[in-house]
């Protein structure tokens, strides 16, 4: 339970709570907050509250000595109350908009990877009417990236409780084609990308699981895991006409920019372009979703580990694209916000990485209609990205439950 001060205590700087408030009965955007002007006091006031709920802990001033409490000033304006309550209505019907196009992403995800993995499971006995699957799907893909004048990355969040290879297939194949168009790809080799990065692991299938699941394998575990390469060299090796870039990126994306990968250890421009593009996004999505998500990385601990321990394993002018194509801020981030606020990035727009789509941590609000913040129609900025382990539990399942980093991208045409 955290302390009540009067309102004529409060100054700015103060973190208060409205938790016994409903959202639509004051005019403040959130339910807690830390208080930023004189003017939002005067509202509180207005409101005829007596005491609130203050949190020492997030406030970055303290509450009026009692001997300096501010005079009460009750002659607010109900035009102001009614200025900002029409704001927060608007605000609230774009929130349900933000919302709908979420859910339509994270359909439109769910779908892919269904037909993903209904391709990947057919290549064995119909690899030709597979393969034809496959390039539609990439083609569609492909084509809304490159149509569309900004992208925006979603973070999805999947229903599933045990996603499988076709929800890696199709994390490798989005991450892929955002950094090829980053790079700006010709259309031919970000179809080609697309392809590649959907069968990268075709091999995996002739790999007992328990290797695959291994985070310690012994040297014998790690030949027999390493040797999924060639197996998957061998199943391409049955698609008609399946383009030589493809085939490279099956052989190649463990290949290291420093020659320590495998199978050949091929060094630096030696290794096919498309295949340094895909090592980078299947790399990063390993890292984000191991087997064991208690060794997860979240998206900012994954990027800093590729860009400071691992940048030595890829293409560095790749590298820095990738980081621009994702975001400072990459969906699935924690962050803290310069009003006190704990949130989730769900969406960054390449027009404005700086500004993303935020899921606000609050109690008060049921997860379902959890409010989103777009930092591009505010004055709240990210102050800081937090690891998930320095949170308290119920804001981390409050704001990522399932704790899986899915990505879906749109294009805005």
Not at 93 to 119: D, N, P, S, Y
Not at 165 to 183: F, I, T
Not at 208 to 213: D, E, M, Y
């Amino acid at each position: 339970m955290k302390p009540r001060i009067t309102i004529d205590r409060l100054q700015p700087g103060v973190f208060i709570s409205l938790d016994e408030l409903r959202w639509l009965d004051h005019p403040f955007l959130l339910n807690r907050f830390r208080l930023s002007d004189e003017e939002q006091i005067r509202v509180l006031r207005s409101l005829g509250l007596d005491t609130v709920e203050w949190d020492p802990e997030r406030s970055t001033a303290e509450p009026l000595p009692e001997e300096q409490a501010a005079e009460v000033e009750v002659d607010f304006s109900a035009s102001v109350i009614d200025s900002m309550l029409d704001i927060k209505r608007s605000r609230t019907e774009r929130v349900r908009a933000q919302r709908e196009g979420l859910a339509r992403c994270e359909r439109l995800f769910e779908q892919e990877a269904t037909g993903v993995g209904e391709i990947l499971r057919d290549l064995g006995g119909r690899p030709n009417e597979a393969y034809g699957r496959a390039k539609s799907t990439v083609g569609r893909l492909v084509g809304g990236l490159l149509n569309a004048e900004s992208v925006a990355v979603h973070l999805v969040n999947l229903k599933v409780k045990e996603p499988g290879p076709a929800h890696h297939a199709m994390n490798v194949v989005v991450l892929s084609l955002l950094l090829g168009k980053a790079a700006q790809l010709a259309e031919e080799e970000m179809r080609w990308l697309g392809l590649g990065a959907m069968f990268h692991d075709l091999g995996k299938q002739d790999v007992p699981a328990r290797v695959l699941r291994n985070p310690q394998r012994p040297p014998a575990e790690e030949q027999f895991y390493q040797a999924h390469v060639g197996y998957g060299i061998k199943h391409a090796a049955a698609i008609n006409d399946l383009p030589v870039a493809v085939k490279n990126i099956i052989a190649c994306h463990h290949e290291r920019w420093d020659g320590q990968g495998f199978p050949n250890r091929l060094a630096g421009t030696k290794i096919p372009r498309l295949a340094r593009v895909a090592a980078i996004a299947n790399r990063y999505d390993n890292l984000c979703n191991p087997f064991d998500l208690r060794q997860a990385k979240t998206p900012a601990e994954a990027l800093a580990a590729m860009f400071k321990q691992e940048n030595s394993r890829y293409d560095p002018e790749l590298l820095q694209f990738f980081i621009k194509s994702i975001g400072v801020y990459p969906p699935g981030s924690f962050v803290a916000l310069s009003d006190g606020s704990i949130g989730l990035v769900v969406e960054s727009n390449s027009d404005d990485l700086l500004h993303p789509l935020i899921m606000l941590y609050d109690p008060g609000v049921p997860r379902g209609e959890a409010l989103l913040l777009d930092l591009r129609e505010t004055d709240s900025t990210i102050e800081t990205v937090i690891s998930p382990a320095k949170l308290p539990v119920e804001v981390v399942e409050y704001l990522a439950p399932r704790g899986r980093i899915d990505y879906y991208v749109d294009g805005a045409r």
